[in-house]
């Protein structure tokens, strides 16, 4: 049995979940996120929580018993809370603002880098070297986070570059001397 696919969700309140055939909408506070889930599982929900199952024991289904019930979770909690990536820019001129819906990244290239933020994401700017992007789909958060990242990764002798706050860069030696 699958450890995570077993455990029930529990519906928050303020939390609405609807479910028809195999498309779940669950509407919070911060929004309203839908999805096409699996049409094997068996999703039920009850007055206060929803509970996934699965037709057989296959290999097959017990992947994908976790799998949507990891989806439905980060819905609710998407709704509820949200989602946030931090990334911090290292390097001397390296700098970040964010105008409307529109990312300026100067990255030591001949020209600044613009990235149009997509819809439902927002990202803040703290001291022009610390990001943080937000968004209740946390799979669009983390596409976001490393696009952004991907513009200038961080590189391994002097770490400059975008990397996220909790990464560590391995480091390595320069130039052996005579």
Known sequence: MSRIGKLPIAIPAGVKVALDGNK????????????????????????DQIVVTRPTDDKQDAALHGLTRALINNMV??????????????????????????????????????????????????KQ????????????????????????????YKGKGIKYADEKIVRKAGKAGK
């Open 129 to 156: 070297t610390k990001l943080s992007v937000s968004g209740i789909d946390k799979q669009l958060v983390g596409s976001a986070a490393a696009k952004i990242r991907s513009f200038r990764k961080p590189e391994p």
């Open 24 to 47: 779940m909408t669950v509407t919070g506070p911060k929004g309203t996120l839908s999805r096409e889930l699996h049409e094997r599982m068996t999703i039920a929900v009850e007055t």
């Open 77 to 126: 909690v998407g709704v509820t809370t949200g989602f946030q990536r931090n990334l911090e820019i290292n390097g001397v001129g390296y700098r970040a603002e964010v105008s409307g819906n529109v990312l300026t990244l100067s990255l030591g290239y001949s020209h600044p880098v613009v990235y149009t933020l997509p819809e439902g994401i927002s990202v803040e700017v703290e």
